[in-house]
């Protein structure tokens, strides 16, 4: 009860998991996410439900409201915020431990360095199709995400320069699989998450260390459909840009680009602290575009073909287009450079 934990992320990963740890009592869970419920999360974003899709609910905001249902005596705060290398440090701090729900390695990369400077453990979880994989990491005791994805060059080396899941799906004929173009097969997630609530309530309780070697970890990979289960050891990278050298790349905004792909046929656009007035913009719209629908959190509206959700702090997702040029001037077109 007296722990506080920061999950980032409250999809499939991020509802199974906070529903673990509100159930097991941690006094106090953060959840952050940036977006907001759909009927196609449903089937595998278990704290969601018909009624926060028809109100386009986001999903910080509905995971508080049924968490708090849960267990009353945790304190709950869901914060609607896409993180950043401008907000990381004061939304990560505080805080035990960190989670990650996210579906991304941006924000992964953007994890590890936080959670490197503020000497905070957190643990990367990830899940596609019916494949996925967790891993635990102790800032100066065990290996960082850098050592895993940019190991030492020496023959031999345990660790992988590839991301697992890409690893795992270049195996099969099509290497570029994602959670949008196969989905996520929900007992996977389940699995994933339970894996990495055990490590996170093992850490909380002070449980003694794994008997892996001090500056080890393990990655665990598994496939709830073919039953493949594997634990490999990771080594700490002694050359590590990040845990070694303290070189904070993605923290500092060096590699967070400005425009993203954002699933299937959308374009996130990250643009903050603009604080709109969202009826206003509603009413200013209303001759303009189709379907506008908004509430305290969000505005979405048509123009055909393509769909725009914008965000009060001025972040916007266009969905219809993979072109960031494309995305970027309805932006403008619609809501203002």
């Known amino acids: 009860m007296s722990s506080r934990v920061v999950l980032v992320g409250c999809g499939a990963l991020g509802t199974a998991a906070a529903n673990l740890l509100v159930r097991a009592g941690v006094g106090h869970l953060r959840i952050i996410d940036r977006d907001f419920v759909e009927p196609s999360n449903l089937q595998r974003q278990t704290l969601f439900d018909e009624s926060d899709a028809r109100e386009s609910l986001p999903k910080a905001v509905a995971a ?7 267990n009353s005596e945790v304190a709950v705060e ?17 805080h035990r431990m960190i989670l990650d729900g996210t579906d991304n390695f941006e924000t992964r990369f953007l994890l590890n360095d936080a959670a490197v400077k503020l000497g905070l453990p957190w643990i990367y979880a990830a899940v596609v199709g019916s494949y996925g994989v967790t891993m635990t990491i102790r800032p100066g005791l065990t290996a960082c995400l850098a050592c895993l994805l940019d190991p030492p060059s020496s023959a031999g080396s345990p660790n992988s ?16 699989e994602t959670c949008d173009t196969i989905g996520v097969l929900a007992p996977a997630a389940g699995v994933i998450a339970s894996l990495a609530s055990a490590s996170a309530i093992k850490i909380l309780v002070g449980a003694p260390e794994d008997a892996t070697p001090p500056a080890a970890t393990r990655l665990i990979s598994l496939d709830v459909w073919s039953g493949d289960y594997r634990a490999i050891r990771v080594e700490r990278n002694p050359h590590c840009a990040v845990c070694v050298r303290r070189e904070f790349r993605h923290l500092d905004g060096q590699a967070q680009p400005h425009v993203t792909l954002c699933g299937r046929d959308s374009v996130q656009i990250h643009e903050r602290g603009r604080n709109l007035d969202l009826p206003t913009l509603s009413r200013r719209l209303s001759p303009l575009a189709a379907d506008i629908r908004h509430n305290d959190y969000l505005l979405r509206f048509r123009v055909a073909p393509h769909e725009i959700t914008v965000f009060a702090d ?21 809501l203002g450079s």
């Open 64 to 70: 508080e409201r049924r968490l708090r249902a849960i």
């Open 78 to 94: 869901g914060i609607v915020a896409d993180l950043t290398p401008q907000n990381a440090l004061d939304l990560l701090s505080g």
């Open 161 to 176: 320069n590839r991301d697992p899941l890409e690893a795992h799906t270049s195996r099969e004929p099509h290497a570029e």
């Open 314 to 334: 001025g972040r916007a997702i266009i969905k219809g287009t993979r072109d960031p040029a494309v995305a970027r001037s309805l932006y403008s077109r619609y």
